[in-house]
Nanobody, 125 residues
Framework: EVQLVESGGGLVQPGGSLKLSCAASGFNVDDYVVGWFRQAPGKEREGMSCIASDGTTHYEDSVKGRFTISSNIAKNMVYLQMNSLKPEDTAVYYC???????????????????WGQGTQVTVSS
């Protein structure tokens, strides 16, 4: 059974950093595509970044240069390092998996098969 569990969210001041973790089970993170998404209150879900089976990464313009996605195959984890956080980054953050072995990825959202429960990130002074 595929399961994803996010952690690492919290309250951080503007300009600060957080590192989110996504613990995967039921599959190997280097077999499938894993993405990070977020949803702020009253807004649509937004894709931010993904990592393909071969480690190729993709970033949306909204986070490019500030966020970094990575994986640890031995621990079966995917991470999202978030720097220079802004109040508009406040949202519930989700990791998701697209059950396909691919050397490319994107974050439209509808192609992802499994989702975690989310972790809250609040950026406020």
């Amino acid at each position: 059974e595929v399961q994803l569990v996010e952690s690492g969210g919290g309250l951080v001041q503007p300009g600060g950093s957080l590192k989110l973790s996504c613990a995967a089970s039921g599959f190997n993170v280097d077999d499938y595509v894993v993405g990070w998404f977020r949803q702020a209150p009253g807004k649509e879900r937004e894709g931010m970044s993904c990592i393909a089976s071969d480690g190729t990464t993709h970033y949306e313009d909204s986070v490019k240069g500030r966020f970094t996605i990575s994986s640890n195959i031995a621990k079966n984890m995917v991470y999202l390092q978030m720097n220079s956080l802004k109040p508009e980054d406040t949202a519930v953050y989700y990791c998701a998996v697209e059950a396909i072995n691919s050397d490319r990825c994107d974050v439209r959202g509808d192609e992802y098969d499994y989702w975690g429960q989310g972790t809250q990130v609040t950026v406020s002074s």
